[in-house]
């Protein structure tokens, strides 16, 4: 069946291609239509990939260990923008890197070409705005010469379209995407605190003309776009563009945002009220968008369902800040940088490679924000099982709020009581090291005492080391420093007293740990053949919970 279906879509595409050698403009405007592309692509992959062609992917360092294959790779190239959009940023812009922080034009085509060798067969160039570079065409045209690369595409705000689309054309983009909000100018310049609405819809009609499919990304919004759905759709009519309605992310900062979300079935409902016949369309296997069409229309709708059905188990993207960290996953905070490791004479490029797979190893089964989506329980009310695992029982947690998010305990309800907490480690040193302790030769200083001033410092700053301790008023804090030389180490022991509502512990770990790190400091220079061990609660009083350690004797610290 399979066979016989290809058939008959290669009979077809022969037909079609005889059709526009030999037509008119009405024929070739016809051939820009999604549908004709979506058959091309179809008849066009193969049936099954060479078994010689898994087993590369498999052994890629861009293959994950869920089996995805990354062939895609996203690259920013500025975090610069000509637009002011008052969801994005404030009026007068935002801070930007150091020029030396960010990725030059040579970095960003050496990671392109070595992410092309690795498999990658498509780039996108984004931003901020990537047009605003003045280089942006001879980027285009370095990487449209990189072998076994495919595809080259832009995601661009549309401003400067008119006055760069066919420079970049004759370099040899590919495909376009144009980001576009809203179809109405006065709202256009309300958004963006910048005129040009104009510019953008011409752009989009010069890319039609030079035979672009161009992708029109639409964020939608609850009480923003909503009701420019129908327009949007409307756009499609007359060109051939296809419009992705994209589902508002609503994870900002520490809160979930989902009143602002509107779902992607609840899109369709919307759009079918005013054609009932808006049906579905076939989609490739890594494709983001649900695609969909209006009977009759030149262009299509698709729908990039980031929150509500996340394509996660399909991802085979990458992407490259502009600061040159590569990042797995748009939702994740994990970023490693390529920058720092590029810029060192010491790391080959085989090291380079080994770099990105790992980062490629730790990408996640699918992103923090996919959890699914249920029109009666909102994710704001995280009540669906998956986002109650999500957040894994906060609720039960005490250093974690409703949103999984981490947070101090309030210990305003608690007594004031004295607290006392007693702590210990050990520094194996050697015996070369141990007689220059002894006889205080060490060309830094005098050891004991300095590693003893380290750590009543250390646990005097604790709350600044450990971010969920509170800052407390120490009353007290003794730390001794004593050299063992029948085992050859400095024993160090640290007391740390204070009238309060929380416990001391960690002060007293703080200030043994810092004093031994210390330690170790200061004889380095000599060998770095030396062990910290043994750091340990000794006994802890005056709380809910005291603890003492049999082995302890309090009357060693007074």
Known sequence: MRLLARHAIQTLLRQENRELLGGGAGVRQKATTGYLKLAQAAALEPLEKPIQQVDQQKNSPLTDTFGRHHTY???????????????CMPAEGVPLQPKANLLTTEEVLRLARIFVEQGVRKIRLTGGEPTVRRDIVEIV????????????????????????????????????????????????????????????????????????????????????????????VEFTKDRPVDVRFIEYMPFSGNK????????????????????PEFAALPNGPNDTSKAYAVPGFKGQVGFITSMTEHFCGTCNRLRL???????????????????????????????????????????????????????????????????????????????????????MVDVGGKASTTRLAQAEATVRVGEHLTQLIAANELAKGDVLTVAQLAGIMGAKRTSELIPLCHNISLSSVKVLAVLQKSTQSVHLKATV???????????????????????????????????????????????????????????DFE
């Open 497 to 555: 007293r204070c009238s309060g509502q929380t416990g001391v512990e960690m002060e007293a770990l703080t200030a043994v740990s810092i004093a031994a790190l210390t330690v170790y400091d200061m004889c380095k220079a000599v060998s770095h053949d030396i062990c910290i061990t043994n750091i340990r609660l000794l006994s802890k009083s005056g709380g809910k919970r005291d603890f003492n350690r049999e082995e302890a004797k309090p009357e």
């Open 141 to 232: 045209a370095q990487m449209k010469a990189l072998p076994h690369l495919e595809h080259v595409g832009i995601t661009t705000n549309g401003l400067v379209l008119t006055r760069l689309l066919l420079p970049l054309q004759r370099a040899g983009l590919d495909s376009l995407n144009i980001s576009l909000d809203t179809l109405k100018k006065d709202r256009f310049e309300k958004i963006t605190r910048r005129k040009g609405w104009e510019r953008v819809i011409a752009g989009i009609d010069l890319a039609v003309q030079l035979g672009y499919t161009p992708k029109v990304n639409c964020v939608l919004m609850r009480d923003f776009n909503e009701d420019e759905i129908c327009d949007f």
């Open 256 to 275: 979930w945002h989902t009143e602002r979300l509107i779902s992607y079935k609840d899109t369709v409902n919307a759009i079918r009220k005013r054609w």
């Open 321 to 407: 800040t502009a600061d040159g960290n590569i990042k797995v996953c748009l939702f994740g905070n994990k970023e490693f940088s390529l920058r720092d490791a590029m810029r060192r004479k010491d790391v080959t490029e085989d090291q380079l490679v080994d770099f990105i797979a790992a980062a490629v190893q730790r990408k996640k089964k699918q992103h923090a924000g996919a959890v699914p989506y249920h029109p009666h329980l909102l994710l704001h009310q995280m009540t669906h099982p998956a986002a109650r695992l999500q957040v894994r029982n906060a609720s039960h947690l005490t250093h974690v709020n409703s949103h999984g998010k981490a947070q």
């Open 73 to 87: 790779l996203r690259i920013s190239l500025t975090e610069r923008c000509n637009l002011r959009c008052d969801y």
